[in-house]
């Protein structure tokens, strides 16, 4: 990352740029930063983009080939192609010998390591992966991005924000710009300015960037702090400070009636909900969560799907509990998250092994019986519900 960045802030790009991973917030972040700072995405004559699977490498090649038309380069981006997880004639080679004028910029959310392309570009340019980000960075993240709107947030009700988005920082992003706009009042209250919410997020970008990968950044709120910095690598972003008196002086706070007001309730909450009910068993509220989600749209199976999923992680995260395991070695052991894995140290309490087993082996009936069409699929999940209720 350290490397990409120097090239944006110093105009000296490479042939071959690789941005990867599941992270897509920062992955799509980044790619539009160094291809902005490449070329203008309005020089239609030497920008092409490409988009999806049906992506030629001929396109590719023949683009770059071709010289610049009054500018002093050519930039193609690449864009979900696949590329990576399949074997290709002309690509991998070609890429030994990609013109000085031109640049490629490949732009993926998953690739195999193992496959020419990727090792090509490891050896004749850069690549860069963008990982989800652990629950403590998105926090100070959140954080950070309220604060400079003038807005506290206890720790918990930022907890209880992300349990509702998840890890996926795009969603995150929307939520808390939608927090903020609630709790402003963007429409009532004088003194807003739109563009200082992008300072805000331009300066929380930076300081999870120097965060991410360890170097470091002043990120004062005054001028005086911003001349302080000892990070030439940040110094730009720090020059133009975000000013709080751009929004009204008085200090707001987000508690979960309004983070409950704005965001967008996941699936996954809804099924969390519905395993509580189960569990305490109020077969209504079970029932009109479910009446919810068949609202919403959701398909009766895909519940079902969802109810075995978070039954077979509760069974695994009570026998590492049972094996007196740290969250810390749970979370490795089982991929689940460490706001999740909390949830669901509280919901067993009081659950035995055996009324789990019982459950799932209730939940693989049910779906047995709706593929061999004894049950339709809204009536069998119903049932299932009312007799997990029932115990």
């Not at 030497?46 to 930039?75: S, V, Y």
Request: aromatic content about 8%; glycine content about 6%.
């Amino acid at each position: 990352m350290k490397k990409l960045n120097a090239d944006i802030e110093s105009g000296n790009f490479k042939s071959i740029y690789l941005l990867y991973g599941p992270e897509a917030y920062l992955r799509l972040h980044y790619a539009k930063k160094l291809c902005d700072a490449i070329l203008p995405s309005s020089d239609s004559l030497n920008f092409l983009r490409l988009d999806g699977p049906k992506t030629e490498e001929t396109a590719i090649i023949d683009f770059a080939e071709t010289l610049p038309f009054l500018a002093d380069r050519r930039l193609v981006r690449i864009q979900d192609s696949g590329f990576f997880k399949k074997s290709l004639d002309r690509l991998p080679d070609y890429l030994k010998k990609v013109p000085p004028y031109a640049t490629l910029v490949f732009v993926e959310a998953e690739i195999d390591k193992r496959s020419r392309l990727f090792k090509a570009i490891q050896a004749n340019g850069y690549a860069v992966e963008f990982p989800v980000q652990n629950e403590a960075t998105l926090l100070r993240w959140g954080a950070g991005l309220l604060a400079r709107a003038g807005i506290r947030i206890r720790k918990e009700d930022l907890q209880y924000l992300l349990q509702r988005t998840g890890y996926d920082m795009s969603r995150l992003a929307t939520e808390l710009d939608k927090l903020i706009h609630y709790l402003r009042g963007l429409e009532a209250e004088a003194g807003w300015r739109e563009d200082a919410l992008a300072e805000a997020y331009a300066l929380e970008e930076a300081r999870l960037e120097a965060e991410m990968y360890g170097y470091a950044a002043d990120f004062g709120n005054t001028p005086e702090a911003s001349k302080t910095s000892k990070s030439s690598h940040t110094k730009d972003k720090a020059a133009v400070p975000f000013q709080p008196q751009a929004f009204p002086s008085t200090e707001l706070v987000a508690d979960r009636a309004a983070i409950d007001a704005v965001t967008t309730i996941l699936l996954e909450d809804h099924i969390f909900d519905m395993l509580r009910a189960v569990a305490s068993r109020d077969t209504d509220t079970a029932l009109a969560l479910y009446a919810e989600l068949l609202g919403l749209k959701e398909a009766p199976i895909k519940i079902l799907v969802m109810l075995e999923r978070e039954f077979n992680r509760l069974l695994m995260v009570k026998d590492l509990m049972d094996r007196r395991a740290s969250q810390l070695e749970i979370e490795k052991e089982t991929g689940i998250r460490s706001f999740a894995i909390r949830r669901y140290q509280g919901q067993l309490r009081g659950i035995t092994r055996e009324s789990l087993l019982a459950a799932l082996r209730l939940l693989a009936d049910t779906d047995e019986k709706i593929k061999t069409g004894r049950l339709t699929d809204r009536i069998g999940v119903e049932l299932a519900l009312v007799q997990l209720a029932r115990g």
